[in-house]
């Protein structure tokens, strides 16, 4: 059939990527509303981590389902569908009047968004084509960059504008309006897909998100409870992550043999040039550079006794800083290719380790100054990471693989999230009694350590890609010699 291009591609994937925004910004934008939201609420710590870390953990866990209820169901159903009930959840979230309440809340807006998300990369392979694909998936890897790193400067500009006391509701009231707007033009300008036959039974694997959900909850509850001693009362779960992780792997083999529908296929891993590698870089990238947010808003706002506006504001160079790289690196991905993931990967870790220095050489009243010009640098590294990434990732996953590929990406890196989020905070909060500044330092070392560890994936990848297309290019040459030969026979 011919691809005949909708005239209304860019509008529909404008409503679609604000939508998609308002879910990734949810992870990121409440750090700076913690302690208001702790003393607003009485809250506990413990139950307060798991407003950011339930949020993101539930968001990756259903990333995959919604995009197999997307195929079943068609793109643009579920789309609404996940749209409502994230601002339903919103509205939830707002209106929680205690600390169980809110958590169970952000579950629900977790499991929203994750259906809501991977919508966005369906539409964009049913939209696109050629070059115009390349552009929307670095249009939408900026998105995923952009607003985890203005969450914080959003976050504390509400507060400030609606009191300390119960700011942190305005928090989670802004999605209503927007998503409301993004519903109506939805139903405009999102395109209606054919109504397929499918089985929900067929399609969703059941046993597979028991698995995994089991396998992650054990690594990530002994973490997120690691500063109430939650390593030393909690390890075996970590046994049990491991059998329920081979597990999962084991019955997802056996789920493809038999012809049916994966959570995740294992020949995106297994037979989609740089698809693992890809998906790694992102996954380890993000355990990094999503938990800085959280451990930045405790640093400025206990230690330093900063507004949640001027928390927010203190973090903006790396906003601003990403925001135009990853505008500029998604146009550039054809000519430098993973050369900008490794540049920008490098550029994150030195910007994080000179922060985590100055920390120690500068007084604590000049920080947010101190810290501007290395959060820039972190920030342009940053911008050149996800939006690359991404599209390079995706780029030979094969059309029929491509709603569970984006799926499966974008799980990696929520989970890296709900992880890297735990231990950061686990990190500052068990050094803390050396001082603020201290546990800066050592909890951005260590995010600038998992950033090391993205950056060695990825020149690995680099060295692949080199390799592949040398091996592509002798076969050429023996092509043409081969038909040079026949020619003069």
């Not at 552009?135 to 959003?154: D, E, Q």
């Not at 792997?249 to 296929?265: K, T």
């Not at 050489?361 to 290395?374: D, E, H, I, N, T």
């Not at 491509?402 to 989020?421: E, K």
Request: glycine share 14%; net charge positive.
């Amino acid at each position: 059939m011919t691809y005949e291009p909708d005239p209304r591609r860019w509008k529909a994937l404008a409503v679609s990527l604000t939508a998609g925004f308002m879910g990734l910004l949810d992870v990121s934008i409440v750090n700076v509303a913690l302690p208001s939201m702790q003393s607003g609420l009485h809250a506990s710590s413990g139950g307060i981590r798991w407003v950011v870390s339930g949020y993101a953990l539930a968001f990756g866990l259903v990333l995959v389902t919604g995009g197999r209820l997307g195929d079943a169901f068609g793109r643009r159903n579920m789309f609404l569908g996940a749209l409502a009930a994230f601002v339903l959840t919103s509205a939830l979230a707002g209106a929680a009047p205690n600390e169980t309440t809110l958590v169970l809340a952000r579950l629900a807006q977790g499991v929203a968004a994750g259906m809501l998300t991977p919508q966005n990369t369906g539409l964009i392979q049913d939209l696109f084509r050629g070059a115009e694909r390349g552009r929307a998936f670095g249009m939408f890897g900026a998105v995923v960059g952009i607003s985890t790193a203005v969450g914080p400067i959003l976050g504390g500009f509400i507060i400030a504008v609606f009191g300390a006391q119960d700011g942190w509701r305005w928090v989670f009231y802004v999605n209503v309006p927007i998503g409301v707007l993004a519903f109506v033009l939805a139903l405009r300008l999102l395109p209606r897909s054919e109504k397929k036959q499918l089985k929900i039974s067929s399609e969703i694997d059941f046993v597979g998100i028991v698995l995994l959900a089991v396998a992650v909850l054990g690594v990530l509850l002994p973490v997120i409870d690691s500063d109430q001693g939650g390593l030393r009362r909690l390890w075996w779960l970590f046994l049990v992550a491991l059998v329920f992780g081979v597990a999962f792997v084991r019955w997802e083999h056996s789920v493809v043999r038999r012809g049916r529908s994966p959570l995740l296929d294992t020949r995106l891993f297994t037979g989609t040039p740089g698809y693992a590698a890809g998906a790694a870089v992102g996954a380890l990238y993000f355990c990094g550079f999503a938990g800085i947010w959280l451990v930045f808003a405790i640093y400025f706002q206990q230690g330093l006794g900063y507004s949640p506006l001027q928390s927010g504001l203190s973090v903006t160079p790396f906003a601003l800083g990403s925001a135009v790289s990853a505008a500029v690196a998604g146009r550039l991905v054809p000519r430098f290719g993973r050369r900008l993931t490794v540049t920008g990967l490098g550029m994150v870790a030195a910007g994080l380790l000179a922060v985590a220095l100055l920390a120690e050489l500068v007084p604590p009243s000049a920080s947010g100054w101190a810290f501007a010009l290395p959060l820039v640098f972190a920030g342009v590294g940053g911008g050149m990471v996800i939006s690359p990434n991404t599209t390079l990732t995706l780029e030979c996953v094969p059309v029929r693989m491509a709603g569970v590929a984006g799926g499966a990406l974008q799980t990696g890196q929520r989970i890296g999230t709900a992880i890297g989020t735990a231990v950061l905070a686990s990190v500052f909060g068990m050094v803390l009694g050396h001082g603020y500044s201290v546990a800066l330092t050592v909890a951005l070392s260590c995010a600038a350590v998992l950033t090391c560890g993205a950056l060695a994936l990825a020149l690995a990848e680099l060295r692949a890609r080199r390799h592949r297309a040398s091996e592509q290019e002798r076969e050429a040459r023996q092509a043409e010699a081969s038909a040079a030969d026949v020619h003069r026979g």
